[in-house]
């Protein structure tokens, strides 16, 4: 019922052109033949958006267009965006116009008026011509390029070298520990091994190696999405009926989907300090050594592959739509400092290296705050769960008072054709509360709660099979997680600033909620189908693979599509198949990775300070 209401409401909405008119509306993205007009003497390509007028005052296709536009998952037709061979296309405006960009402006201007419309350039991405391609082929190499190299060398070779030592060394109390951690085969066993006859309290963990890795098949599917609105796409209107079809409230009402990893990172931070602390006293001089060991955890994967766009990314490939990438890299290498300590979401926050990194440092700034809190509280834990409820009841009120003030909008207000464009550069809304430490604040305050409370009950022998209630509520929490996503389908046209507020102050909080549910009954061994499937042997290494398939399935990805000389041409199946593609090779890149980068750098770590 709920369903069906939803799916008119959003079926009835946004306007539809015949494909006859459709077909009037002057074409969105165009590229000529990059490769053919560069290897001409004196070829000169340009790429840019325009912005179109119309040249009488009641023109009726311009009028299509900006009633086409209205509708979110719709473009903005009033744009066009170019990639001319201008040489080719406008030769004998090279006489006149000595101004690279003023041709192509003047080359734009020409087709628009063909069209009956005017047009006003944007922005001009690039203007290159032969001799600056050429130029372009041969890279030289500069410092950060060579020491990166240096760096992936040097990995490769200790890898090697203690590779040998512990095939070689038999094993015995004097094996270096040291060494051993760089060694492939051990680490391969440890990326592939099973926990599950250790720690009954441990082993009830497992489930949520398989939540992890289908949370993250999630995103990728979701950014997968992304490349054919940031890029030049052949038929958008294929991708723009796609948008629009009301299961895909689901994608765009999903994004809260990564307060689920926010949620069991605190989670499991909290839990193991408080194990801890049933052998060792906990106190704040563990501080040091808990933040290192974060910072070991996440910073080599990290540092590797930011290092890796800022320096080869950009000059491994060329083409028309390549400017992304090289937009993308130059922000890697002005931000890579911010990325060595976490504050790249804080700083210059439009400027973005890898979109998915603000994530890291969302996750890290939490983590400071979570570790110290988690300490202070052990020391109180009769009042803990007290004082964590009041903690996020505070800090949803503050967001949303924030949300208020400031205008922010939920995401899902957000979702439209024009921003995915621009990956949300510029928008507040984005920038200040989605991707900042304090949106998701309340979703780890959960997560530490629900760390108190499960280790409290585990204290006290509490059996969760014996309270109905809450294992029937547990069983319907995915069922509850789908309908609160599509309930969105109700605020999605429009509402008032203070609902606005209330749905950014809320929705986080509420998603949380209902993931904790279902984390408490996983982690209490409440059978349940979803248990089961989530704990499946298989996920468990690919599990450990999280950070490394975050990073780079956005590499991997947008080096395939910004490479293509063609725009991207949309449909069902190839969308599918891309994604299935990048997943598989995101999850086999990763293991290399994880073996020879990651779990080394923990390895030593816990040598060390064992
Ligand atoms: C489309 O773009 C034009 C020009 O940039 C802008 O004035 C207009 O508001 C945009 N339309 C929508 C619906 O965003
Ligand atoms: C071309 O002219 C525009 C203004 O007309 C100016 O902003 C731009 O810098 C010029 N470009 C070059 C390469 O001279």
Same mark, same amino acid.
């Given at each position: 019922?709920?369903?069906?209401?939803?799916?008119?409401?959003?079926?009835?909405?946004?306007?539809?052109?015949?494909?006859?008119? !459709?077909?009037?509306?002057?074409?969105?993205? =165009?590229?000529?033949?990059?490769?053919?007009?560069?290897?001409?003497?004196?070829?000169?390509?340009?790429?840019?958006?325009?912005?179109?007028?119309?040249?009488?005052? @009641?023109?009726?296709?311009?009028?299509?267009?900006?009633?086409?536009?209205?509708?979110?998952?719709?473009?903005?037709?009033?744009?066009?965006?170019?990639?001319?061979?201008?040489?080719?296309?406008?030769?004998?405006?090279?006489?006149?116009?000595?101004?690279?960009?003023?041709?192509?402006?003047?080359?734009?201007?020409?087709?628009?008026?063909?069209?009956?419309?005017?047009?006003?350039?944007?922005?001009?991405?690039?203007?290159?011509?032969?001799?600056?391609?050429?130029?372009?082929?041969?890279?030289?190499?500069?410092?950060?390029?060579?020491?990166?190299?240096?760096?992936?060398?040097?990995?490769?070779?200790?890898?090697?070298?203690?590779?040998?030592?512990?095939?070689?060394?038999?094993?015995?109390?004097?094996?270096?520990?040291?060494?051993?951690?760089?060694?492939?085969?051990?680490?391969?066993?440890?990326?592939?091994?099973?926990?599950?006859?250790?720690?009954?309290?441990?082993?009830?963990?497992?489930?949520?190696?398989?939540? /992890?890795?289908?949370?993250?098949?999630?995103?990728?599917?979701?950014?997968?999405?992304?490349?054919?609105?940031?890029?030049?796409?052949?038929?958008?209107?294929?991708?723009?009926?796609?948008?629009?079809?009301?299961?895909?409230?689901?994608?765009?009402?999903?994004?809260?989907?990564?307060?689920?990893?926010?949620?069991?990172?605190?989670?499991?931070?909290?839990?193991?300090?408080?194990?801890?602390?049933?052998?060792?006293?906990?106190?704040? =001089?563990?501080?040091?050594?808990?933040?290192?060991?974060?910072?070991?955890?996440?910073?080599?994967?990290?540092?590797?592959?930011?290092?890796?766009?800022?320096?080869?990314?950009?000059?491994?490939?060329?083409?028309?739509?390549?400017?992304?990438?090289?937009?993308?890299?130059?922000?890697?290498?002005?931000?890579?400092?911010?990325?060595?300590?976490?504050?790249?979401?804080?700083?210059?926050?439009?400027?973005?290296?890898?979109?998915?990194?603000?994530?890291?440092?969302?996750?890290?700034?939490?983590?400071?705050?979570?570790?110290?809190?988690?300490?202070?509280?052990?020391?109180?834990?009769?009042?803990?769960?007290?004082?964590?409820?009041?903690?996020?009841?505070?800090?949803?009120?503050?967001?949303?008072?924030?949300?208020?003030?400031?205008?922010?909008?939920?995401?899902?207000?957000?979702?439209?054709?024009?921003?995915?464009?621009?990956?949300?550069?510029?928008?507040?809304?984005?920038?200040?509360? !989605?991707?900042?430490?304090?949106?998701?604040?309340?979703?780890?305050?959960?997560?530490?709660?629900?760390?108190?409370?499960?280790? @409290?009950?585990?204290?006290?022998?509490?059996?969760?099979?014996?309270?109905?209630?809450?294992?029937?509520?547990? =069983?319907?929490?995915?069922?509850?997680?789908?309908?609160?996503?599509?309930?969105?389908?109700?605020?999605?046209?429009?509402?008032?600033?203070?609902?606005?507020?209330?749905?950014?102050?809320?929705?986080?909080?509420?998603?949380?909620?209902?993931?904790?549910?279902?984390?408490?009954?996983?982690?209490?061994?409440?059978?349940?189908?979803?248990?089961?499937? !989530?704990?499946? /042997?298989?996920?468990?290494?690919?599990?450990?693979?999280?950070?490394?398939?975050?990073?780079?399935?956005?590499?991997?990805?947008?080096?395939?599509?910004?490479?293509?000389?063609?725009?991207?041409?949309?449909?069902?199946?190839?969308?599918?198949? @891309?994604?299935?593609?990048?997943?598989?090779?995101?999850?086999?890149?990763?293991?290399?990775?994880?073996?020879?980068?990651?779990?080394?750098?923990?390895?030593?770590?816990?040598?060390?300070?064992?």
């Amino acid at each position: 019922m709920w369903l069906v209401l939803c799916l008119l409401l959003v079926l009835v909405s946004g306007k539809e052109l015949t494909d006859e008119e !459709y077909s009037r509306l002057p074409r969105l993205f =165009h590229l000529d033949d990059y490769e053919a007009c560069l290897a001409r003497r004196g070829g000169l390509y340009c790429l840019g958006t325009f912005r179109l007028a119309p040249q009488t005052k @009641d023109d009726e296709v311009y009028r299509m267009m900006v009633e086409y536009s209205k509708t979110p998952q719709h473009f903005n037709r009033t744009r066009v965006h170019r990639g001319y061979c201008v040489s080719a296309r406008c030769p004998e405006s090279e006489r006149s116009e000595r101004n690279e960009s003023s041709r192509f402006e003047r080359c734009v201007e020409r087709w628009a008026q063909s069209q009956g419309l005017r047009a006003a350039p944007q922005v001009i991405e690039y203007c290159r011509t032969t001799e600056q391609a050429r130029a372009r082929k041969t890279t030289e190499l500069d410092t950060p390029m060579i020491i990166f190299t240096a760096v992936v060398f040097s990995l490769l070779f200790i890898n090697v070298v203690c590779t040998a030592y512990d095939v070689m060394t038999p094993d015995s109390k004097k094996k270096k520990k040291l060494l051993v951690a760089w060694s492939m085969r051990s680490n391969w066993r440890r990326l592939t091994a099973h926990y599950e006859d250790g720690d009954p309290r441990l082993a009830a963990l497992t489930p949520l190696q398989g939540l /992890r890795v289908f949370i993250m098949l999630l995103v990728i599917c979701l950014h997968s999405g992304l490349f054919y609105n940031m890029l030049y796409t052949h038929n958008t209107r294929s991708f723009e009926y796609m948008m629009k079809l009301p299961i895909m409230i689901l994608a765009r009402n999903g994004t809260s989907l990564v307060q689920v990893f926010v949620l069991m990172s605190s989670f499991l931070l909290a839990y193991n300090l408080l194990l801890h602390s049933k052998t060792h006293p906990l106190g704040f =001089h563990m501080i040091p050594k808990i933040w290192l060991n974060r910072i070991i955890r996440l910073s080599p994967l990290h540092l590797m592959t930011v290092g890796f766009a800022a320096t080869w990314w950009p000059v491994l490939n060329d083409g028309p739509m390549w400017y992304v990438v090289e937009s993308s890299a130059g922000a890697c290498r002005r931000k890579f400092w911010t990325h060595v300590f976490y504050v790249n979401n804080l700083v210059n926050p439009d400027d973005q290296c890898l979109l998915q990194t603000w994530f890291l440092a969302v996750d890290m700034q939490l983590f400071l705050v979570t570790s110290v809190l988690t300490l202070l509280l052990a020391r109180w834990r009769d009042r803990a769960l007290r004082v964590l409820a009041v903690m996020v009841v505070a800090s949803s009120i503050v967001n949303g008072l924030l949300a208020y003030y400031f205008e922010w909008t939920p995401m899902l207000y957000l979702m439209t054709a024009e921003h995915y464009r621009t990956r949300y550069r510029g928008v507040p809304s984005f920038k200040w509360f !989605y991707a900042s430490p304090w949106g998701s604040l309340p979703a780890s305050l959960i997560g530490l709660f629900l760390a108190f409370l499960h280790f @409290d009950l585990q204290e006290k022998g509490f059996k969760a099979e014996n309270h109905k209630w809450l294992v029937r509520f547990y =069983h319907c929490t995915i069922p509850l997680v789908f309908c609160f996503v599509i309930s969105g389908a109700f605020i999605e046209h429009g509402t008032t600033r203070l609902l606005g507020a209330l749905y950014v102050a809320l929705e986080r909080p509420i998603y949380s909620i209902i993931c904790t549910v279902c984390l408490f009954g996983m982690v209490n061994n409440v059978d349940n189908i979803a248990r089961r499937f !989530y704990a499946w /042997r298989g996920f468990h290494a690919l599990g450990r693979m999280t950070l490394a398939a975050l990073m780079l399935h956005w590499l991997l990805e947008l080096s395939l599509h910004a490479a293509s000389p063609l725009p991207l041409a949309h449909s069902y199946y190839g969308f599918t198949y @891309d994604y299935v593609a990048t997943v598989t090779l995101t999850y086999l890149l990763s293991v290399p990775f994880a073996v020879m980068v990651e779990i080394p750098f923990q390895k030593m770590f816990a040598a060390i300070f064992a």
